[in-house]
Antibody
Framework: QVQLVESGGGVVQPGRSLRLSCAASGFTFSSNPMHWVRQAPGKGLEWVAVISYDGSSEHYADSVKGRLTISRDNSKNTLFLQMNSLRAEDTAVYYC?????????????WGQGTLVTVSS | EIVMTQSPATLSVSPGERATLSCRASQSVSSNLAWYQQKPGQAPRLLIYGASTRATGIPARFSGSGSGTEFTLTISSLQSEDFAVYYCQQYNNWWTFGQGTKVENK
């Protein structure tokens, strides 16, 4: 069965960096675009970034452009989110999500999330 | 950016009753609209995609309708496990979510 397991969250000071990982299993990881979605405490869902199935293209929400970088290692079935110059407003649970196959770009599987807290 | 607006923010419903949730897009998203359910402490779960297609394993009491800019999620007879927050998402032009509708026990 499809599994997505995030890791790497924690408490970090403003301006510092953090790298999140999402380990995928149960499907052919290299076939699907992958996404990061975040949810600030008590708030709604915010789409963050997408990476193509082969890693050749990326797109970001304006709120994170230039500070967060999505990448993937298809040989290790792992998705990453490099987070630089972190701000208090980046505090959130970060979910990785699989984009559905066959051309419909909704998210059919989600990880359980990893909490990032930006605080001094 | 396409803005998704959900209404109402909170819906108070008794078990067995019908629940109707609305989602409006700031511009047409065709049928590229999904609905997700999220319970406290859990990840979102896909309910509906393509505006009206139920995801695998989703009960028939959940139905979606609409196209263009106006969409509806209907839960025909609310069960206790359906109390949750529901989000719509457009995927016609990148991706954006609505702010959510909380379905609570009346």
């Amino acid at each position: 069965q499809v599994q997505l397991v995030e890791s790497g969250g924690g408490v970090v000071q403003p301006g510092r960096s953090l790298r999140l990982s999402c380990a995928a299993s149960g499907f052919t990881f290299s076939s699907n675009p992958m996404h990061w979605v975040r949810q600030a405490p008590g708030k709604g869902l915010e789409w963050v970034a997408v990476i193509s199935y082969d890693g050749s293209s990326e797109h970001y929400a304006d709120s994170v452009k230039g500070r967060l970088t999505i990448s993937r290692d298809n040989s290790k079935n792992t998705l990453f989110l490099q987070m630089n110059s972190l701000r208090a407003e980046d505090t959130a649970v970060y979910y990785c999500a699989r984009e559905a196959p066959y051309g419909s770009a909704h998210f059919d599987y989600w990880g359980q999330g990893t909490l990032v807290t930006v605080s001094s | 950016e396409i803005v998704m607006t959900q209404s109402p923010a909170t819906l108070s419903v008794s078990p067995g009753e019908r629940a109707t949730l609305s989602c409006r897009a700031s511009q047409s998203v065709s049928s590229n609209l999904a609905w997700y359910q999220q319970k406290p402490g859990q990840a979102p779960r896909l309910l509906i995609y393509g505006a009206s297609t139920r995801a695998t394993g989703i009960p028939a009491r959940f139905s979606g309708s609409g196209s263009g800019t106006e969409f509806t999620l209907t839960i025909s007879s609310l069960q206790s496990e359906d109390f949750a927050v529901y989000y719509c998402q457009q995927y016609n032009n990148w991706w954006t979510f609505g702010q959510g509708t909380k379905v609570e026990n009346k």
